[in-house]
């Protein structure tokens, strides 16, 4: 859908830069389809540093629509936005808060969905996406594995229950967060939640599912498609002085954010030794 008049503001605060160029890509393709919506991205990590940055991201948190605060961990950090993000909550289309601490993760307000309510149901299935402490019992895989069952499982259930999918959903897009996927997610908000002089954009974007990614795999600048799964992918040099393996965070792979491992991957080549650059999922986390 090309839609004109119904601009929206996607604001995303996360902990650092890596998503930058996802981020700016996937604004570029929202603006195409929606003319004047943006997605901006605020790093936490910018603001002791430069109270300039801390106040521009506060003001768009105040003029948000869509508002995704995502990997707060940090007391500075939560307290620098808490006040104005609880002060844009409940008059923003959309809040979600996913992969931060407590704080931050409970002024999520999807549709009927208010996690500062009493949601017992919600609370059980966060603490086993959290996983045990026994590593015998829990694993990234698995918690992956539960992440993408539970919104087919919440499909068919009506009422509220489609509102806490879609912050399943989100998750879902986040932890592959490409920049076709940061696009969709920011779609998939808009189309569900989208209100005021946007609502005529609720239901009518048929926003994509989220891009499957594999969890483990091999990165290198060099492959066709930057992914694959399978080590024979790469060439290999029988002769080399030697073979490194180099383990690399999922999350710069897929947001394209990998100067610095192409970097130390083509001075390790230079040397005349074979790289293996794998990732995974769960070292992100």
């Known amino acids: 859908m090309h839609a004109e008049g119904h601009p929206v503001r996607v604001v995303l605060i996360t902990l ?21 919506s943006s997605i901006v991205l605020h790093a936490a990590s910018d603001w002791a540093a430069s109270p300039e940055l801390l106040a521009a991201c506060r003001e768009d948190i105040a003029r948000g629509d869509i508002i995704i605060a995502t990997m707060l961990f940090m007391e500075p950090h939560i307290e620098a936005v ?50 045990s402490s026994d590593k015998s019992k829990s694993s990234g895989a698995h918690q992956i594995a539960l992440l993408k069952r539970i919104p087919r499982i919440l499909r068919f259930v009506p009422g509220k229950a489609q509102d806490v999918r879609a912050y399943f959903m989100a998750m879902q897009y986040w932890l592959a967060a490409s920049d076709d996927n940061i696009l969709a997610l920011a779609v998939y908000l808009i189309d569900r939640y989208a209100q005021g002089d946007r609502k005529a954009l609720k239901g009518a974007l048929a926003p994509a599912p989220p891009v499957d990614y594999p969890e483990t795999g091999i990165y290198h600048p060099d492959l066709p498609e930057r992914i694959e799964t ?30 610095h491992y192409d970097g130390a991957i083509r001075a390790l080549e230079a040397q005349g030794l074979n790289v293996v650059p794998v990732f995974a999922t769960g070292l992100d986390a």
């Open 16 to 36: 650092d830069h890596h998503l930058e160029r996802a981020v700016s890509t996937a604004s570029a393709q929202l603006a195409k389809r929606l003319p004047g």
């Open 82 to 131: 808490r006040d104005a993000l609880e002060a844009r909550r409940d008059s923003c289309d959309a809040m979600v808060g996913c992969m931060s601490a407590g704080e931050i993760i409970r002024l999520t307000k999807l549709g009927r969905f208010d996690m500062t309510a009493r949601e017992t149901g919600m609370i059980a299935m966060l603490k086993k996406l959290r996983g």
């Open 230 to 259: 399978d080590v024979r992918a790469l060439s290999l040099d029988p002769k080399a002085r030697g073979t490194v393996g180099l383990v690399l965070m999922r999350s710069y792979v897929l947001s394209r954010d990998t100067g």
